[in-house]
């Protein structure tokens, strides 16, 4: 149980929550399952709220992905490579550059990345996204709206956890 309580703490889960065991415990089966590089698909989150960034990129890794998190477009934009199977998922309200607009830069580069996009609703907005081939999931992202889109975006394919 120790263990389990140490994984718990490291994202920041109450170690008193009766749910950390059952998280802690899909946690570690996530880790030690990983899938190798040349297989594991990468979701990349750019998000300027660090909670929100935190919070999405442990609900990704409890489901096997492997996630890297970015605070803004920028920070993105200048990695020398992004893996292979790899997923974005990205803010559209950031400041500098929102979240379409790094779709673009990213389409500019001749990058076919998936790209899910999470937002307030807006059917202006969804429309642009859409000519993006870009998924749109509203906020608040409650239950599983925004993992189903990263499956979705991976053409539907379960991880291996």
Request: proline letters at 5%; aromatic letters at 4%.
């Amino acid at each position: 149980m120790t263990c389990l309580k140490a994984a718990a703490g490291r994202y920041g889960i109450k170690t008193n929550s009766t749910a950390v065991p059952n998280r802690a415990r899909k946690l570690i089966k996530a880790m030690t399952l990983r899938q190798p590089l040349s297989v594991a698909k990468h979701v990349l989150v750019v998000d300027d709220d660090a909670a929100v960034r935190k919070s999405i990129k442990f609900a990704l890794e409890l489901e096997g992905f492997e996630v890297r998190d970015f605070s803004s477009a920028e920070e993105l934009l200048i990695q020398e490579s992004i893996p292979p199977r790899s997923c974005l998922v990205v803010d559209y309200y950031m400041p500098e550059m929102n979240g379409l607009e790094l779709v673009a830069k990213l389409r500019e580069r001749d990058s076919a990345l998936p790209v899910v996009l999470i937002t307030g609703s807006d059917d202006n907005l969804r429309n642009r996204a859409a000519a993006l081939g870009v998924i749109m999931v509203d906020k608040p992202m409650l239950g599983a709206p925004l993992l189903n889109a990263v499956r979705s975006a991976f053409g539907g394919e379960a991880t291996s956890s």
